[in-house]
């Protein structure tokens, strides 16, 4: 992250503790994700230690600690997607890319995350990658999904 890009969004706040996390908010707005060197200008500027502040956004899933993936795999763990098989695509997905949840393949191209649910439980399991919710998601089917997605690459 640039020092310009969090000392723009710094300028916006007075410095007091609770600023913090709307300050979190707009510097991964800003940027993506919260660098180290952003919690460590963040730090400076509200006098409050580089801990605190890793431990307030650890504490949020909203908050990232690297870049985010080109594109966005969200795998759906909720009572209906867990039931009809979402573990197995998970497990699927993650040997495939080679990553676990919370993490970017290593060219950048993917991120995987997992959710309590999408709010589509009817069509269970689904997985959601970018805007489009991919339903009743079977092994064969996200490994179809997935090729599609790797060709366009």
């Given at each position: 992250m640039e020092n310009g890009s969090v000392?723009?969004?710094l300028k916006n706040f007075s410095g007091g503790r609770d600023d913090l996390i709307p300050i979190l908010q707009d510097v991964q707005n800003t940027e993506g994700y919260l660098s180290e060197d952003s919690i460590r200008l963040i730090s400076r500027k509200l006098k409050i230690s580089e801990n605190y502040i890793?431990?307030?956004a650890t504490f949020y899933a909203q908050f990232r600690f690297h870049p985010p993936g080109e594109h966005s795999i969200h795998?759906?763990?909720g009572t209906a997607c867990h039931v009809k098989g979402g573990e197995q695509i998970s497990s699927y997905i993650e040997h495939r890319l080679g990553i676990s949840k919370g993490e970017t393949t290593s060219d950048g191209k993917f991120e995987l995350n997992h959710v309590a649910c999408l709010g589509c439980c009817a069509l269970a399991p689904v997985v959601k990658i970018d805007d489009t919710i991919h339903s009743q998601m079977s092994v064969l089917?996200?490994?179809k999904v997935m090729d599609e997605h790797y060709e366009s690459e």
């Open positions: 000392s723009a969004v890793f431990g307030v795998i759906c763990l089917k996200i490994r």
